[in-house]
T-cell receptor, first 112, second 118 residues
Framework: GQNIDQPTEMTATEGAIVQINCTYQ??????LFWYQQHAGEAPTFLSY????GLEEKGRFSSFLSRSKGYSYLLLKELQMKDSASYLC?????????????FGSGTRLSIRP | GAVVSQHPSRVICKSGTSVKIECRSL??????MFWYRQFPKQSLMLMAT?????????EQGVEKDKFLINHASLTLSTLTVTSAHPEDSSFYIC??????????????FGAGTRLSVL
C-alpha cells in the first residue's frame, strides 16, 4: 500500500518561519510534490523534488531525503495569505504521466 | 495563467439527473488526466486515471458505471456523474501533466467543480 503522513494542523505567527513535515512509505518513488490549497479552491503547485536535497523558490523551500522517506516544506516570512492547507504528494511509479498519491494535508493557520 | 481549464465551476442539480464536467489542457497535449474528489476538510482522493483513446483506470471502490470518463482527445477529458444522489455532492477536481511545453513531471489542477445534489 501507499502511506503518506503529515500533521493535521499547525499554527504559526506572521513573519515567522514554519516547517511542515511529510513522511512516506510507497511501493516506489518518482518524485514528491507540495501543493497549496486555499479553502474552496483547487490546489496550486509549490514544489517538486526527485533528488535528495533542498529546493528553494522565494519564501518557500522543500527538502527531500529518499533514504529516510522524508520531506519538509519550509515557509519563511509568513504572511496572513499563507493560511491554507498544504498537501504532500508522492508519485510512486516510474512514468512521469502516472498518478500521484496525496497525504491528508496540513491546515496551517497564521496568527497576527 | 491557468494551464488546465475545468467547467462548470458549480452545479446544483436534482437527484437522479446526470452531470457532465469538462477538463481541458489549454496549451499542451495530455495523454493522461486524473479525476479527484474532495469532501470538506479532507484531502484529495483519486477516483480514476483518464487515458486518451482507451478506457479509464478506476481506483478501488469507485463505481465505473456511475462515474463515466471519456478522454476522446489529447486536450479534453470529461467526467459524467450518472444518476446523481445527495451523497455524490462533493468537490471534483481534474489534473493533467505538463506535456512537452511545460514541466512534464508536474500535475496542474483545474479550478474544480462543486457539485450539489438536492
Amino acid at each position: 500500500g501507499q502511506n503518506i503522513d503529515q500533521p493535521t494542523e499547525m499554527t504559526a505567527t506572521e513573519g515567522a518561519i514554519v516547517q511542515i513535515n511529510c513522511t512516506y512509505q510507497t511501493s516506489g518513488f518518482n518524485g514528491l510534490f507540495w501543493y497549496q490549497q486555499h479553502a474552496g479552491e483547487a490546489p496550486t503547485f509549490l514544489s517538486y523534488n526527485v533528488l535528495d536535497g533542498l529546493e528553494e523558490k522565494g519564501r518557500f523551500s522543500s527538502f527531500l531525503s529518499r533514504s529516510k522517506g522524508y520531506s519538509y516544506l519550509l515557509l519563511k516570512e509568513l504572511q496572513m495569505k499563507d493560511s491554507a492547507s498544504y498537501l504532500c504528494a508522492v508519485r510512486p511509479f516510474v512514468s512521469s504521466a502516472s498518478k500521484i498519491i496525496f497525504g491528508s494535508g496540513t491546515r496551517l493557520s497564521i496568527r497576527p | 495563467g491557468a494551464v488546465v481549464s475545468q467547467h462548470p465551476s458549480r452545479v446544483i442539480c436534482k437527484s437522479g439527473t446526470s452531470v457532465k464536467i469538462e477538463c481541458r489542457s489549454l496549451d499542451f497535449q495530455a495523454t493522461t488526466m486524473f479525476w479527484y474528489r474532495q469532501f470538506p476538510k479532507q484531502s484529495l482522493m483519486l477516483m480514476a486515471t483518464s487515458n486518451e483513446g482507451s478506457k479509464a483506470t478506476y481506483e478501488q471502490g469507485v463505481e465505473k458505471d456511475k462515474f463515466l470518463i471519456n478522454h476522446a482527445s489529447l486536450t479534453l477529458s470529461t467526467l459524467t456523474v450518472t444518476s446523481a444522489h445527495p451523497e455524490d455532492s462533493s468537490f471534483y477536481i481534474c489534473s493533467a501533466g505538463g506535456g512537452a511545453q511545460k514541466a512534464k513531471n508536474i500535475q496542474y489542477f483545474g479550478a474544480g467543480t462543486r457539485l450539489s445534489v438536492l
